[in-house]
């Protein structure tokens, strides 16, 4: 009689122990399971028109810091953007998709900037996907390398990293053309 009420007290502990543990909030999963089949490497190439003049500006200065426009680089200004892209350099090419987000001025010793920005799409087998991006743009080299740090629809589980070159900069107004050429691993 002790031998089994020393077991059934022992099973009772047990099973209480396991009904009190706390559930977990992860888990490992196969990707198959999610639809991922065979990771692919997709190569955009595309222009993205920075105007900040005239009556349609596509990226606006929203915040500044006081000592903005004493500093030689602009530290201290976010810009919040929403800018085209296109198939050519021309303004009037074809729209493949569009760059929002933010850019800061993030150097007081070059003109480095802080790129927080989502490129959607809108053509083709892209539309309705985005891919991200967040990094370091030292516009003044003559190529930049931003990280690709995910994305959306068919750019889900996406890295990889973009390319950007300024195509044209007018001194003048501030706007600028810029040739990106990205390179995205995704499923």
Request: proline content about 4%.
């Amino acid at each position: 009689m002790a031998k089994s009420l020393t077991k059934l007290t022992l099973i009772f502990f047990f099973a209480s122990y396991a009904a009190a543990e706390t559930p977990s909030f992860a888990r490992n999963i196969s990707p198959s399971s999610l639809g991922l089949k065979e990771e692919k490497l997709s190569h955009l190439h595309f222009y993205f028109h920075d105007i900040v003049s005239g009556p349609n500006p596509t990226a606006v200065r929203v915040a500044q810091a006081t000592t903005t426009k004493t500093s030689p680089t602009g530290f201290g200004a976010v810009v919040m953007m929403d800018d085209p892209l296109t198939l050519q350099p021309e303004s009037g090419s074809t729209l493949v998709g569009r760059a929002q987000g933010i850019y800061a001025l993030a150097s007081q010793e070059e003109a480095g900037l802080l790129m927080v920005l989502n490129f959607v799409f809108v053509e083709g087998e892209y539309h309705g996907s985005t891919l991200s991006v967040l990094g370091r743009n030292s516009v003044f080299s003559a190529v930049r390398e931003m990280p690709i740090v995910g994305g959306s629809g068919i750019f889900r589980f996406a890295r990889g990293y973009a390319l950007a070159r300024t195509h044209t900069f007018d001194l003048k107004t501030g706007d600028a053309v810029v040739e990106y050429d990205v390179y995205a691993m995704h499923y």
